[in-house]
Every structure is written in C-alpha cells, then in structure tokens.
C-alpha cells in the first residue's frame, strides 16, 4: 500500500518506555507528519459505536465472559471493561494470545483505513506508535521501525507510579512483553530511555534520527541498516 500511504515510521517499545512522550516530540519536529495511536486503535477495534466495533466486542465477550468477573466483560454501556479484560489476560500467556488474536486484525484494518486517509489529507510522514507492532508482525509494512528501550527495573517504577500498581503486578505486566534485545534485533533506530523524565538526551537522540529522515524518505531506502542511530548503551532484558 505505499503509494497509498505516507512514509511510515513505526516506534515501538515495552510499557513505560516513552513511547508517547516520544510520538509527540517526533509530530512537533517532522513538518507534515500525523501520529497514528494504535493503542487508540485497539479502544476503536471494539467500540460498540461502530458495526465492525461491535462483531469484534461480542467476539470478545464470547472468548472471555466466563472468566470475568461477574460473568460478563461488559459495562452497562455495552462497552468493554478493560479492567476486567487486564486482569484475565495479563496473568496468562494463552490468554493474552487469544485477545491478540481477536484484535490485532481488527487494529490493522482500522491502522489501513487511517493511512489511507493520511496520505489522501497530504500527509509526507505518520509516526505510529504500536506497542505490538513486532509481535503483530506490523513491521512488515511499516517503511522503518523504530525502537525505544527502558531498563525492566526503571520501567517497574515508572509503571507503579503511572498505574498506581504494586511492583510484583507492574512486573507481571513488564515479563508478558518482548524483551528488549529482541525488539533491538529487529530496529532500524534504537533510543534508549532509562535517563530521568525531562532528560534532554531523549530529544537529542531523536534530532540525529529525524535529520536523515529526508534522505531516506527521497531514496526510499533504509540507510541505517539495523543498526543503532545513536551510540550508548541498550537496554537489556
């Protein structure tokens, strides 16, 4: 689809990285550019404002309501508790991958149909930020990927305080997801986050990656060959 969509820069990483904080600074940097929430998305894949948001949301219901408290995933809206839906899914890996199953076809023709309409509003570049995008395997039709790692431990802590969690369910939640050396081996652009909230070498990093985005959109080649963009430590874990 890429004469459909604009050039798309994925940007992914675990929870509590600094995926948004990072979208917003690439939207402010990049003239002409959109960011696409996939997360948003995955709120909009079983809406049940919508027809197909509503076969996705029963499909749910069906696979998970026995397991749910009070026997239904349902609020009296007729939407999807995602309290209820994390409490199942983050303590079972087979859980997780049958929620996966549901929804991640769903987001992608949700993430199609906003490209779509991106590149038809003049949009040159979409940062979109997935957090499964290498699980979904999204990465296959993304022009780059981008990667932002955060030690397990610092994002433990911003997890607890961010989702008022205890630190043995935030590490619940952290040991679900890719590891961050499988998610590197997969980057074209790697950032590493671990420094304080505010820390300028965020933005820094960001800069180099950014100032050859140009030359790669105009060849439509990756230049960065999987490396990463700016020297220092990743992550590990």
């Not at 404002?49 to 007729?78: P, Y």
């Not at 997935?130 to 802590?157: H, K, R």
Request: proline share 5%; glycine share 6%; with cysteine.
């Amino acid at each position: 689809n890429a004469a459909e969509w604009p050039y798309v820069v994925a940007l992914t990483g675990g929870i509590a990285s600094g995926k948004s904080t990072l979208t917003a600074m690439f939207a402010e940097q990049v003239p002409r550019s959109k960011v696409l929430d996939c997360d948003k998305l995955g709120w909009n894949a079983y809406s049940p404002e919508t027809e197909a948001g509503r076969a996705c949301r029963d499909e749910l219901e069906a696979e998970f309501k026995h397991e749910a408290e009070g026997g239904t995933l349902l609020q009296e809206d007729g939407s999807v508790d995602r309290k209820k839906l994390g409490t199942i899914v983050f303590k079972d890996r087979s859980r997780m991958e049958a929620l996966n199953a549901i929804v991640w076809p769903a987001i992608a023709a949700l993430a199609d149909k906003e490209l779509r309409a991106m590149h038809a509003d003049g949009v040159e570049v979409c940062c979109m930020e997935a957090a499964v995008l290498l699980e979904a395997g999204w990465n296959s039709w993304v022009d780059e990927t981008w990667v932002v790692s955060v030690s397990p431990a610092i994002a433990n802590e911003r997890l607890c305080s961010r989702n008022k969690l205890q630190p043995v369910d935030a590490q619940k939640r952290i040991d679900c997801q890719m590891s961050n050396a499988a998610r590197v081996a997969q980057a074209h652009v790697v950032m590493n986050n671990t420094g304080p909230v505010g820390d300028c070498w965020l933005s820094e990093q960001l800069a180099r990656a950014v100032s050859g985005l140009p030359a790669r959109m105009a060849r439509d080649v990756l230049a960065l060959h999987r490396t990463p963009v700016v020297p220092g430590p990743v992550c590990s874990a």
